[in-house]
C-alpha cells in the first residue's frame, strides 16, 4: 500500500517531499560532488531541485567543500552561482581547486563601513548589527532572485560568517520558498553556516565536526601546513 | 574655384552606332568643385535645349540609355573619408543611392528635375549641399551611371566625350564580372590599356568607334566590356543600398507623470510596437536609447548597452526600469541631463515626452545541444544581473577573473558569461611543498588588525578587537613566507591603481605595494590563519582563515 501511495506521488510528480523513499534516483537527478566517498554516502550526490546545507566551525573544510562542489559542477559545463554573504570567498584558492570561474556568478554582498581607519584597522569594529542584518537580507534577497531565475545548477549561499542571529531574523517562510522555488529544478541549492540552518525534504546536510589540519616537517622551522580533509557527515531525513 | 558648366557631349554621337546627331538636345551637367570661397557660376542653358530630363521619347530610344534616366556621381576629392556625410547628403536628394567605390557615390535623381529643374541647377543644389556639409567632392550628371562616374574623375571636364583619355575606366572595372578582378596583378589589369596604346587608340571616342566583332575577337569579352563602357553604357544595373532602418518609437504624455509605476506602461506600450518591428525585421537590439523631455525644459537621456542583441519586450521593459531604479531618474547624475539647469528640487520635475530608439544587429542564432546542460538564457541572465546590480551594486555582481600578478587578492571583477572560455594566469600560486591545494580562505577583504606575541622570532599568540575573529595561543606555525612587490609603483600610476584595485594592499610610504611575511598558524580552538606582518609598519593583520 505505502509503495503504491508512493509511486503514484512520483508518477503526480508530487514526490518531493517523500523522504521515506530510497529508490536510487536517475543520474541527471543528482549532481555529483566530485567525493567518491561522500557521493556513496549521498546515493549518488545531492539532489538537484532540493535544498541542502553545509554546517560546521571556522576551519573544518566548508570553503573547501564548497570550493570542490563548484568545480564538479563547473566541469560538468554547469553555471553556479555563489552569493557571498560577507565578501569573504577567494577566487584563487577556487581556481586552485578547478573552479572555471567564469561560470560562477559571484555576488559579493557588503555591509557598509561606517567609518573606515586610514590603515585599515579597526574597521570591522564600525559595522553595526542593522548593517549587518541588512546586509543579511539583501544576500538573502540576491539568493532569491538566483533561485527563481533557474538556469543554475548550484546555487551556494554563503552565511557562515554571519551571526547566527541574524540568520535567526529572516522571515520564517524563507527556506519553505526557496525551497519551492528550485522543486523540480535541475538546481541544488546550498546553504553554507556555522549551526544548522535549513534544508528540504529531500535536502542533506553535510556536517563537518573536528578541523582536520595537515602538516609535515619535524622541527618548528621545518613545519608546512599542507591542507585541510574535510570529512563531512551526511545526515538526511532518513 | 568653385565653377559649374554644362558641358555638352553631342559629339558622343559619332561614335555610337545608330546614334544621331542630338547635339542640340543632349546635354550632361557637371559641377566641379575644387575651393569652396568662390562663388558659384550660374550656368546658362543652351537656348532650345531642356536638358536630359527634357530629351524626346525618339532620341533616348536612339541613344539606348533607357527612358528619362538621370544619374549624379558624387566623388570624394581625398581618399579614405568617411562615406557617411556623402551618403546622408545624397539621401537628402533622393532615396535610391548606391555606393559604387569608397570614395564614390551614385544617386538616381531621375524625375528630379520636376522638383528642383534641369540637371545643371540639380548639380548646383548638390554642390552647395556638400559645401555646407563641409565635403570636397565633384559632382558629375549623365544619363547612365558610367558617364556620371567617368565625368566625376575626369580632370578636364570641358573635354568631350570623345575627347576623354581612355585609361578613365580603369577604375570603372572593378566588380565587372567581364572586367579586371582584384585577384588580377597590375600588368594583367593594364595589359588592354597597353594593346590600345599599340593601336593608336588614345580616347574614348576611338575606342568607341572601333567595330565591336573584331573588338571581341583580340580582345575577348574584357574588351567588348570596355567598349561597351567608352559608348557610355552601364554593364550592371543600379542597385541602390539598403537604407539602415531606425526603431524609433515617441510618445507625447498628455499629462506629464513624475514615477516610474506609471512609466513603465508607456515603456510597454512603446517597447511592444518596436519589439514586433525587430522581429519582423529579423533584428535584435543591442543597445537601447531612451530620452525624456522633463517639464523643466531638460532632456533626461540614458543609454543602455545591452550584453545580446535581444526583442523581448518584457525584458527590454524590465531591464530599462532597473537601470532607472539604480540611477534615480529625478536624483540621477547631472550629467544624464542637457538643457537649462533647474531652478527648484527634483520633486517637482515630471516627464512630458519620452522617446526609444533601439540600435538594430543581426539576431541571435542559437543552437542548443543534446548533450551539453543548458545554460541561463542570455535575456534571463541580463535581467537577472540588472536586477542584482540594482539591489548590491554594479561593481558586486559579476565573474571574478584572476589578475596576472602576485599581489594579494589580484582579481577583477567582469560581466558573467558562462559560455566564455579563460585562461588562468600562469602567475597562479600553487600550494607550496605539494600537490594538493590548499584549502580554500576565507579572505578579509580588509584586513583587521591583530596583536601578535612573538617569542624566538616565531608567533606564539594571537589577539584581536574585533568581534568574531579567531583568537587564543597559537600551537603550529609555518612560515615566516616572505611576499614583497609593487614597490617600483606610485598610488597614482596605473600598476599603482591596479594594485588598490585588487586590494590587500597596503600603504607604503607614497608608494602602492605590499612588503610582508606571511605565516599559516592553528589555534588551539581549532582555527586556521593566514596572518602576516607589515614590514614597513610592523603591525600584523589578519588575511583570512583557511576552511
Redesign the interface.
Known amino acids: 500500500m505505502r509503495a503504491a501511495l508512493e509511486s503514484l506521488l512520483r508518477a503526480r510528480q508530487l514526490d518531493v517531499t517523500l523522504t521515506a523513499c530510497d529508490a536510487p534516483l536517475p543520474a541527471d537527478r543528482v549532481a555529483p560532488t566530485g567525493d567518491p566517498a561522500l557521493d556513496a554516502a549521498l546515493g549518488g550526490g545531492l539532489k538537484r531541485g532540493h535544498l541542502s546545507e553545509i554546517v560546521g ?8 567543500l ?2 570542490r562542489l563548484l568545480a564538479a559542477a563547473t566541469a ?4 553556479t552561482a555563489i552569493v557571498d554573504a560577507c ?11 578547478g573552479v ?11 555591509a557598509p ?1 561606517a567609518s ?1 581607519a ?8 564600525g559595522r553595526t548589527s542593522s548593517d549587518t542584518t541588512g546586509a543579511s537580507l ?2 538573502l ?2 539568493f532569491s ?2 533561485l527563481q ?5 548550484l546555487v551556494v549561499f554563503d552565511l ?2 554571519v ?1 547566527p542571529l541574524a540568520i535567526r531574523r529572516f522571515p520564517l517562510t524563507t527556506w519553505m520558498r526557496a525551497a519551492r522555488a528550485i522543486e523540480g529544478r ?1 538546481t541544488v541549492a546550498l546553504l553554507v553556516g556555522a549551526e544548522r540552518i535549513a534544508r528540504s525534504a529531500g535536502g542533506a546536510t553535510l556536517a563537518l565536526d ?2 582536520r ?1 595537515t ?3 619535524a622541527t ?1 622551522r621545518a ?6 580533509d574535510p570529512a563531512p557527515r551526511v545526515v538526511k531525513a532518513r | 574655384m568653385y565653377h559649374h558648366r554644362i558641358p555638352c557631349y553631342g559629339d558622343l554621337t559619332p561614335g555610337i552606332p545608330g546614334v544621331v546627331d542630338t547635339k542640340a538636345a543632349t546635354h550632361l551637367a557637371a559641377g566641379i568643385r575644387d575651393t569652396p570661397d568662390v562663388p558659384a557660376v550660374p550656368s546658362t542653358p543652351r537656348p532650345g535645349s531642356g536638358g536630359v530630363a527634357a530629351l524626346d521619347a525618339k532620341a533616348i530610344s536612339e541613344w539606348e540609355f533607357g527612358a528619362g534616366n538621370l544619374y549624379a556621381c558624387v566623388r570624394l576629392e581625398s581618399g579614405g573619408a568617411p562615406l557617411a556625410p556623402l551618403l546622408a547628403v545624397a539621401r537628402d536628394f533622393s532615396p535610391r543611392v548606391m555606393t559604387a567605390t569608397e570614395r564614390e557615390v551614385l544617386v538616381d535623381i531621375s524625375g528630379l528635375g520636376r522638383l528642383i529643374g534641369p540637371p545643371d541647377e540639380i548639380a548646383r543644389q548638390l554642390a552647395h549641399a556638400l559645401f555646407d556639409a563641409r565635403l570636397t567632392a565633384r559632382v558629375a550628371i549623365g544619363p547612365t551611371q558610367t558617364i556620371a562616374r567617368v565625368l566625376a574623375q575626369a580632370d578636364a571636364a570641358r573635354d568631350a566625350w570623345t575627347q576623354l583619355p581612355v585609361h578613365l575606366l580603369q577604375p570603372l572595372e572593378a566588380g565587372l564580372k567581364a572586367g579586371a578582378t582584384p585577384a588580377m596583378n597590375d600588368r594583367d589589369r593594364a595589359r588592354p590599356y597597353e594593346t590600345f596604346d599599340r593601336w593608336g587608340i588614345v580616347t574614348l571616342g576611338d575606342l568607341a568607334a572601333l567595330p565591336a566583332a573584331d573588338v571581341a575577337s583580340r580582345l575577348g569579352r574584357r574588351g567588348v566590356a570596355l567598349q561597351q563602357l567608352a559608348r557610355g553604357r552601364d554593364l550592371r544595373p543600379f542597385v541602390p543600398d539598403r537604407e539602415a532602418r531606425r526603431f524609433i518609437e515617441r510618445l507625447e504624455l498628455e499629462w506629464p507623470i513624475d514615477n516610474l509605476e506609471p512609466l513603465s506602461f508607456v515603456l510597454a506600450r512603446l517597447l511592444d510596437p518596436l519589439s514586433a518591428a525587430l522581429e519582423r525585421a529579423d533584428r535584435g537590439a543591442v543597445a537601447i536609447r531612451l530620452e525624456m523631455r522633463l517639464t523643466d525644459r531638460s532632456t533626461f537621456a540614458r543609454v543602455l548597452p545591452l550584453p545580446v542583441p535581444m526583442r523581448d519586450a518584457r525584458v527590454l521593459r524590465t531591464l530599462l526600469l532597473l537601470a532607472l531604479e539604480s540611477q534615480p531618474l529625478f536624483g540621477g547624475p547631472r550629467e544624464d541631463r542637457k538643457g537649462p539647469p533647474r531652478s527648484g528640487g527634483s520633486s517637482d520635475v515630471m516627464i512630458d515626452s519620452v522617446s526609444i530608439e533601439l540600435d538594430p544587429a543581426p539576431a541571435r542564432i542559437v543552437r542548443f545541444s543534446l548533450l551539453d546542460r543548458a545554460l541561463p538564457s542570455p535575456e534571463t541572465l541580463a535581467t537577472l544581473t540588472a536586477r542584482l546590480s540594482a539591489l548590491v551594486g554594479e561593481s558586486s555582481v559579476g565573474s571574478a577573473v584572476l589578475l596576472d600578478s602576485h599581489a594579494p587578492d589580484a582579481i577583477e571583477m567582469t560581466r558573467f558569461d558562462p559560455e566564455s572560455r579563460r585562461e588562468v594566469p600562469a602567475s597562479t600560486r600553487a600550494a607550496p611543498g605539494g600537490s594538493l591545494p590548499l584549502p580554500a580562505l576565507r579572505r578579509q577583504r580588509q584586513p583587521p588588525a591583530i596583536r601578535v606575541a612573538v617569542e624566538r622570532g616565531r608567533p606564539v599568540h594571537l589577539a584581536s578587537s574585533t568581534r568574531g575573529m579567531p583568537y587564543g595561543a597559537i600551537v603550529e606555525a609555518a612560515g615566516p613566507w616572505r611576499a614583497s612587490g609593487g614597490w617600483w609603483t606610485t598610488e597614482g600610476s596605473e600598476d599603482g591603481r591596479l594594485r588598490q584595485r585588487a586590494g590587500g594592499t597596503r600603504r607604503v610610504g607614497a608608494r602602492a605595494g605590499w612588503n610582508r611575511d606571511e605565516w599559516d598558524v592553528a589555534l588551539k580552538s581549532g582555527a586556521l590563519c593566514r596572518i602576516y606582518r607589515d614590514r614597513s609598519t610592523e603591525c600584523w593583520f589578519l588575511e583570512g582563515i583557511y576552511d
Open positions: 566551525a571556522a576551519s573544518t573544510g566548508r570553503s573547501t564548497v570550493a560538468r559545463g554547469e553555471a565578501d569573504t570567498w577567494d577566487p584563487i584558492s577556487a581556481v586552485a581547486h572555471a570561474l567564469e561560470r560562477v556568478l559571484w555576488i559579493r554582498v557588503r563601513r573606515a586610514p590603515d585599515g584597522a579597526g574597521e570591522s569594529e539583501r544576500a534577497k540576491a532572485l538566483i531565475a533557474g538556469g543554475f545548477g557562515a560568517d551571526a535541475d573536528t578541523p589540519a602538516w609535515r616537517g618548528s613545519r608546512l601546513f599542507t591542507g585541510v
